[in-house]
């Protein structure tokens, strides 16, 4: 009978050092702890040659091909994104998020039409990140512009309701609470504390956009 001992790596100490490197290259990734960056290149040594070759050109021209929205910090392909190319959106709201991926679930409930900020992620001292290392600065900057042509902006903000999202949130409270023509609102009822907009599902997403305040 073949037994197997495990350590706590996710694979055994003595692997093959590229396939160990290419571990470690995952796991840099966001999120992705090194069982996961393991699963994720057993996954790819099953794949047919042709699929890994896309996959490394499509890596490899990434910041060529895709870029961040110069006004909104989407991901764009020209340096405007599609939803601040669009003259038909609403000029007098705009969403503020942490993360692209929480604007796109915004945008699959097809219940907002105004424009969008990213900040590009949230205030968390404990991880380094303060006001500065946002696209803060660029919203203040963003928001005057708006008021000469429109008069009056709402501000909606729609960072996640956790400590580092609330955190955000009072800050830019107290950032634009005095600014003249700026509406502040939060996103409200639907999204539990501890979620992330990123994993709500379109109907959660519908009543927090509706009774926002």
Do not use: M
């Given at each position: 009978m073949l037994t197997l001992a495990f350590s706590h790596n996710p694979t055994p100490n003595k692997m093959h050092p590229n396939f160990k490197r290419i571990v470690k290259l995952f796991q840099k990734l966001p999120g992705v702890g090194p069982r996961q960056a393991a699963r994720f290149v057993l996954a790819l040594i099953e794949k047919p040659d042709a699929e890994l070759l896309d996959l490394g050109q499509a890596i490899q021209n990434l910041k060529k091909e895709i870029s961040f929205c110069s006004t909104?910090?989407?991901?764009?392909?020209?340096?405007?994104?599609?939803?601040?190319?669009?003259?038909?959106?609403?000029?007098?709201?705009?969403?503020?998020?942490?993360?692209?991926?929480?604007?796109?679930?915004?945008?699959?409930?097809?219940?907002?039409?105004?424009?969008?900020?990213?900040?590009?992620?949230?205030?968390?001292?404990?991880?380094?990140?303060?006001?500065?290392?946002?696209?803060?600065?660029?919203?203040?900057?963003?928001?005057?512009?708006?008021?000469?042509?429109?008069?009056?902006?709402?501000?909606?903000?729609?960072?996640?309701?956790?400590?580092?999202?609330?955190?955000?949130?009072?800050?830019?409270?107290?950032?634009?609470?005095?600014?003249?023509?700026?509406?502040?609102?939060?996103l409200a009822r639907g999204l539990a504390s501890g979620s992330n907009l990123e994993y709500a599902d379109e109907i959660t997403l519908k009543h927090a956009l509706e009774y926002r305040k």
């Open positions: 909104c910090f989407n991901v764009s392909d020209n340096h405007i994104c599609a939803v601040c190319a669009n003259s038909k959106r609403d000029q007098k709201k705009i969403l503020i998020v942490e993360k692209v991926t929480d604007l796109d679930s915004i945008e699959k409930t097809g219940l907002y039409n105004g424009l969008y900020h990213v900040l590009g992620g949230a205030i968390n001292p404990l991880d380094g990140i303060t006001q500065d290392s946002l696209k803060i600065k660029e919203l203040a900057s963003r928001v005057n512009h708006q008021l000469k042509i429109v008069k009056e902006v709402e501000l909606i903000i729609a960072t996640n309701p956790n400590t580092a999202g609330e955190t955000t949130s009072l800050y830019l409270k107290e950032l634009f609470q005095n600014k003249k023509g700026a509406v502040l609102t939060r």
